[in-house]
């Protein structure tokens, strides 16, 4: 691949820096080129450490999601608030947790992991979910953090109980004149019993309502959820799916996920387990889920591939990359970072490559081959669900406003969710970093970017 036409670099200068133990973040400035950078820095409590950070578009307000802690801070790093989330007596195998039902396990503090922070702009408030009491979520008044809510009582009040701060991923789904909607997306850790992998829920108006966190919809038979079948256990004992990254454009929802799965290397009999980097989608109105697509993702350079998906980030085009890839500047691009390999869930980015899809064409690609299954073409690949593969058949599509003219998402609950298109997805650029720090093994990156004027910055980060 040529060289880019215009002057893009891997900005190393740029970074947020979410250490353990030094919790300190350090906001980027833009001194005059005579004056040496500096910056202002923000510490948490000691050995604490942060996991997530978003930014009210509107104030310019920070809130962090820390390990018992949630932060509200000012744009140059100024403490506003702050509202303690932990620790408490809790124990993971308590399940209901023991505020809701006594439990026979023994109980010791514990901390309380932000495992999904989101703004929730429509009611003024945020939402912060932790790993007590199996992923209970707090709604907080945005402006001094006064707690609104705390649903805990019911099965669907629990997202999962997995205690990592990379474990949950959520997308808001905003109306005019209804209640919004909720997908939440985790990694189960061996209880698919208890937490589906994929779901959407309600987020009423009322904080305390009892229908808060419910399942958009819930019959007899179908529900507004996916969960991995026990079966899949038998054939991957670990097997969970994690989520990297979630984001909405046009009338989808989608994630970015590794999966594991077993694989006969070359030449051999055997089988061994690798990590697969899948994209998910999913119709916004789908409340049975049956639009639910996955697509293999990664990038290839110079006869190497990259499939590890480290990070990834949903960004408009700007007006000088638009000209480079051919696209329009408020076109969706996708932002992904991978690493060489597929053996180890987490790598270092010493060998990584930045990969630059058109979102467009991923849904170009999903419509066509879509089509392809509609006629009876190819099979149904979702080995996690259906524990093999299951042959396309010929099926009117019934038009439900998600893809106009030629839309995708069935209607009728009998049918199951559509599954695993194998269909390549290449990138519209690959581009080589050097490395970018050499991490702890249990780093995880992020990346986020932004326009100064007309060329993007790529500003890597570190969650550890």
């Known amino acids: 691949m040529k060289a880019m036409p215009w002057n893009w670099t891997c900005l190393l200068s740029h970074l947020l820096m979410v250490g353990m133990g030094s919790s300190t973040l350090l906001p980027r400035q833009s001194p005059p080129p005579s004056q040496k950078r500096s910056f202002v820095t923000f510490r948490g409590e000691p050995a604490e450490s942060f996991n997530h950070l978003v930014v009210d578009e509107r104030t310019g307000h920070i809130y962090v999601g820390a390990v018992n802690r949630i932060y509200k801070l000012s744009s140059d790093l100024k403490v506003l608030v702050t509202h303690q989330t932990g620790p408490d007596e809790d124990n993971p195998k308590c ?9 026979n396990e023994p109980l010791t503090p514990t901390n309380n992991v932000n495992k999904m922070l989101l703004i929730d702009y429509k009611e003024n408030r945020l939402i912060a979910c932790g790993s007590l009491y199996q992923g209970i979520c707090k709604l907080l008044r945005l ?23 990379g474990s949950v991923f959520g997308v808001i789904v905003s109306y005019n004149n209804l209640d919004d909607k909720l997908f939440i997306a985790t990694a189960v850790d061996g209880k698919p019993e208890y937490f589906p992998t994929i779901s959407s829920r309600k987020l ?35 097997f969970d799916i994690y989520y990297v990254y979630g984001f909405s454009s046009g009338n989808f929802v989608y994630f970015l996920t590794l999966q594991p799965e077993m694989v006969s290397p070359p030449g051999s009999t055997t089988k061994e387990q690798v990590y697969t980097s899948k994209l998910v989608r999913l119709c916004k109105e789908d409340t049975a889920f049956n639009s639910y697509v996955e697509v293999p993702i990664g990038c290839e350079r110079g006869g190497v591939e990259y499939r590890l998906l480290q990070a990834s980030y949903l960004s408009k085009a700007g007006a000088v990359l638009a000209r480079t890839l051919g696209v329009r500047p408020e076109d969706d691009l996708l932002f992904t970072v991978f690493s060489k390999g597929q053996k180890w869930k987490m790598k270092s980015l010493d060998e990584s490559a930045l990969c630059i899809f058109i979102l467009k064409q991923i849904n170009d690609r999903i419509k066509e081959r879509l089509q392809s299954c509609y006629r009876g073409e190819g099979t149904l690949d979702l080995a996690w669900l259906k524990v093999k593969d299951i042959p396309c058949s010929s099926a009117a599509v019934t038009s ?45 990156p992020t990346i986020s970017l932004q326009t100064v004027p007309e060329h993007w910055l790529w500003m890597p980060h570190l969650v550890h």
């Not at 009322?206 to 256990?233: L, R, W």
């Not at 519209?428 to 490395?435: D, E, I």
């Open 400 to 444: 439900t406003g998600c893809e106009p003219p030629v839309p995708f998402c069935r209607q009728d609950k009998y049918i199951p969710p559509l599954g695993l298109l194998r269909l390549g997805s290449s990138p519209a650029q690959v581009y080589m970093c050097p490395p970018i720090l050499n991490p702890p093994p249990t780093s995880l």
């Open 204 to 238: 009423t108006k009322n904080s305390e309502a009892d229908g808060m966190f419910a399942y958009v919809f819930h019959d007899e038979f179908v529900a507004s959820m996916i969960k991995i079948p026990s079966d899949t256990f038998t054939v991957i004992p670990d």
């Open 95 to 103: 399940y209901p947790p023991r505020i809701v039902q006594t439990c």
């Open 143 to 165: 402006e001094d953090l006064f707690k609104l809510g705390e649903p805990f009582h019911k099965k669907e009040h629990y997202l999962s109980g997995v205690n990592e701060s």
